[in-house]
């Protein structure tokens, strides 16, 4: 069975989103290598409001590498190339699709999704990048309801920016916790004395 994995980041004080759905808060770091973390995933699970985040870039909403599946109760069901819109039941949809051959399924957004597929079982783990940034008010990464116990599985700083990655599983999920493989390795001093010495003896020329 396929995991579903909600992934997102968040500020220091629990925050998915701005009061007004901003994320230009949200920093970039090089070190992630976003076609790695992509690799993981062939479909993205998201409500109306991510949507239309997402949407605003362009195109339908459409994701590189990936089926789109927007759960809605007030966008009419429609079928664009990468996106597909339903009123089905989020839990119905993500029920059938973890049963199905693939991937891991990427929980996209947003809180209130996640409320109600974590509330249902559905969620195997949750996995935060923690933006070292205070927004006050916004949108939270979960709202109200039942306390949900997780185990760590990984964790990474990144010390460009500052943010802190942070895997958990949920007890009783599906196949095991993930580990964060998308983060390049970092080159430490000793590292790269290394290679320059390498790259040294390869140049030199043998003498005759």
Same mark, same amino acid.
């Given at each position: ?35 790695a973390l992509y690799k ?7 409500? =109306? ?16 590498? %990936? ?23 989020? =839990?119905?949809?993500?029920?059938? %699709? ?14 209130? %999704? ?51 990655? %942070? ?42």
């Open positions: 069975m396929r995991r579903l994995r909600y992934q997102v980041a968040v500020s220091l004080d629990g925050f998915i989103a701005g009061p007004h759905g901003e994320f230009d808060w949200i920093v970039m770091d090089s070190s992630i290598d976003f076609a993981e995933f062939d479909t993205a699970v998201m409500g =109306r409001k991510t949507h239309e985040v997402v949407r605003a870039q362009g195109g339908h909403g459409a994701m590189p590498g %990936l089926d789109v599946v927007v759960c809605s109760r007030t966008l009419p069901e429609s079928t664009h190339p990468g996106v597909r819109i339903v009123n089905t039941d989020a =839990r119905d949809v993500v029920s059938a %699709l973890k049963k199905t051959p693939g991937r891991d399924i990427w929980l996209f957004g947003g809180g209130t %999704l996640f409320r109600s597929l974590l509330d249902a079982g559905l969620v195997d783990s949750v996995e935060v990048a923690v933006v070292p940034v205070l927004l006050g008010a916004g949108i939270p990464l979960l709202p109200p309801g039942a306390t949900a116990k997780l185990t760590l599985t990984d964790q990474k700083t990144l010390p460009a920016s500052g943010i802190v990655m %942070l895997s958990y599983s949920i007890p009783g999920s599906t196949g095991p916790g993930p580990r964060i493989r998308y983060v390049k390795a970092r080159k430490t001093r000793a590292t790269r004395r290394a290679k320059t010495t390498v790259r040294k003896r390869a140049t030199r020329r043998p003498k005759r």
